[in-house]
C-alpha cells in the first residue's frame, strides 16, 4: 500500500516511540518524510531504521518548547520537502508527580511541552499546509483527556488541552481544506512510557516504585497486561492522514486495546 507518494509530512518526536514508528510507517508507504526531534542520537537511529527509505528522509533538530527552534525547524524540513501536506505532533513528555508536591514551573514545563509545543508547530506549519495537497495534521492527546491516571494532573491538561485545540482548529481550517485529528494512545511502549530518551518520563519522589507503569497499564480485553507497540498508533495516524481519512476531522481516536470503556 503506498497511501503517500507524493506526500509531503513533517513529524515531531520522530527519533523514538510513536514518532519514529510513524516516519518509518509513511516512509514505507511512499512518502518523503522530515523526522524532527530534540535528540540527534534519537535522529541517526531513526535513519538507521529506515534503511531503504532513507533517500526519501531527512531530518531536523527541534526543540518544541522554544519557539525560535520551531520556527527554524519547520521553515527547515518546508524547505526540504517543498511544501507541506501532512504534520504529525508526537513530541511529548510525561512526568508524574504528586500535585501537592508539584511546582508551578514543573507543571508549566508539560504544558510548554505538550500543549503548547504542538500549538507553535501547528501555527508555524499552516502557511504551508494551506498549500498543500488534501492537507491533514495528527495531533496527540492522550487517554489521560478523558479519564483519571493518577499523579499526572500536568500531563493531563496538557492533553486535554491538545483535543480541545485540536476542535477548535478543524473548525478554524476546514474552509481551506485541512483536516486536524487527535489519538489518544494508552497502553503503548514507548520512549515516553519506558522512560528512555531525552523526552521520557520523570517519577516524582514519594511515589511508588511502579507508579508509572501504573499510570497506562490496565487489564485490556485484547492485550491482557502487555504492551502494544508504537507501531499500533503509527498505523492509526497513517490512516488518518491519508486519503482514507478524508471524511474524518474535528475527532480523537483512542488507541488502547480497550482498557478504557
Known sequence: MKRYEDRRALITGGGSGIGQATVLRMLAEGGRVVAADMSEAGLADTISK???????????????????????GVAEAVQWLGGLDVLVNAAGILRSSHT????????????????????????????????????????????????????????????GGVQSMTHALASEYSKDGIRFTSVQPGSISSGMTDGSGESGQNRGPGLPEDADMSLF?????VLGSGYAGPESVASVVAMLASADGKFITGTEVRIDGGTHF
Open 217 to 221: 497499564m490496565k487489564m485490556s480485553p
Open 100 to 159: 501537592h508536591e508539584t511546582s508551578v514551573a514543573e507543571f508549566e514545563q508539560v504544558l510548554r511541552v505538550n500543549l503548547v509545543g504542538a500549538f507553535t508547530v501547528i501555527r508555524e506549519s499552516i502557511p504551508a499546509l494551506k498549500e498543500g495537497a488534501d492537507a491533514a495534521v495528527v495531533n496527540f492527546s492522550s487517554t489521560s483527556a478523558d479519564f483519571a491516571h493518577p499523579y499526572m494532573a500536568a500531563y493531563a491538561a496538557s492533553k
Open 50 to 72: 529506515a534503511a531503504t527509505n532513507a533517500d526519501r528522509l531527512s531530518t531536523v533538530v527541534l526543540n518544541v518548547a522554544e519557539e525560535e527552534s520551531v520556527r527554524a
